[in-house]
């Protein structure tokens, strides 16, 4: 039995979500990144976490070239970083809108994020449109700060 999809569509609007920029190296050792909500953390021990990134994006192909990516947790202030990194602008024009270093897998960390896990990938899985990639994290840093949330196509911030 098939859902319309138009439905399903709505019922995901009802989600609550954080945002994050998924980062990779790209083959000629740049920096490659896009905009993703679909982020969840999966085990402790050991140490995984799960993201979905559309088959037809350039960063698929990276991520499972280079092996490696990072999940940067943005912070309230960063939602024009979010809207950057799901523009058309190319990978060098998005990563010139910020400071960012390279982790210890290679994956660049962006600044200014309230978290930063830098992650091996170690299983992926296609699923319809979607590949989902698991990744072991390798290291990890956090500062304290608000999260930016993504609720009904738009981006809110968390009220105290
Ligand atoms: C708030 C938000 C969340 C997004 N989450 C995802 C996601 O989880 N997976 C995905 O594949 N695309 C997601 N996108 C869309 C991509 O960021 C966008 O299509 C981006 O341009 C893809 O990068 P590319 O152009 O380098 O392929 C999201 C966009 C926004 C604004």
Not at 38 to 64: G, H, K, Q, R, Y
Not at 68 to 73: K, L, P, S, T
Not at 85 to 94: L, Q
């Amino acid at each position: 039995m098939s859902i319309n999809q138009d439905e399903f569509k709505q019922a995901l609007r009802r989600w609550a979500s954080g945002v994050t920029i998924v980062t990779t190296k790209a083959a000629d050792d740049q920096p490659a990144g896009m905009t993703v909500s679909s982020f969840s953390s999966v085990s402790a021990e050991p140490p995984l976490v799960l993201v979905c990134i559309n088959t037809d994006s350039s960063n698929a192909e990276a991520i499972m070239e280079s092996g490696v990516f990072a999940v940067n947790i943005l912070e309230t202030d960063q939602a024009d970083l979010s809207g950057t990194f799901a523009s058309s602008k190319t990978h060098e024009e998005r990563f010139r809108e910020t400071a960012w270093s390279e982790g210890v897998s290679g994956a660049p960390l962006l600044d200014g994020c309230t978290a930063n896990l830098d992650c091996a990938l170690v299983q992926k899985v296609q699923a319809g449109s979607h590949w989902v990639f698991v990744g072991e994290v390798q290291a990890v840093r956090s500062q304290d700060g608000a999260p930016l949330l993504y609720f009904d196509g738009g981006y809110r911030k968390l009220q105290a």
